[in-house]
């Protein structure tokens, strides 16, 4: 397993991370598997998305920040609770293809680490079987 640091820059975002798992699933020599790309943390996630059109991460964002908003009354009090909810409902990982030594995505998919209560120190794990 391959474990990738890197640093978030606001609050919300989302960092697209595919032409490095590429390089990685080819670095790792697995010609027919699946790869799973794995968040560590409960208020970030790691999703498929639309990788060609920036404005639609940007409303994506938005969309999510209608559903959890960070100013809404929540039992916890944590200060966080939004980020939670967010990483919840798209979730800590995904599983593709790896086939001919190749990671099989279709032409606008691209994955992309989210984070939700940043700028943090963040890390994400790759693994290739």
């Known amino acids: 397993m391959k474990t990738v640091k890197l640093s978030t ?3 919300t975002e989302m960092i697209d991370i595919t032409e490095f798992v590429k390089d990685e699933v080819i670095k790792l020599g697995v010609t027919n598997g699946l790869c ?3 968040c560590s943390h409960t208020t970030a996630s790691i999703l498929f998305f639309e990788n060609q059109d920036p404005t639609l991460r940007r409303d994506f964002l938005a969309s ?3 559903i959890a908003p960070t100013d809404a009354m929540y039992a916890s009090g944590d200060g966080n609770a ?3 909810i967010k990483s919840a409902l798209c979730g800590q990982r995904v599983v593709l293809p790896v086939v001919n030594g190749q990671l099989f995505l279709g032409e606008w998919q691209g994955i992309f680490f989210c984070e ?3 700028p943090r120190e963040r890390e994400y794990h790759i693994q290739v079987i």
């Open 82 to 84: 939004s980020a939670h």
């Open 64 to 66: 999510l920040s209608h």
């Open 9 to 11: 820059k606001y609050k």
């Open 116 to 118: 939700f209560d940043g």
């Open 36 to 38: 799973t790309v794995f």
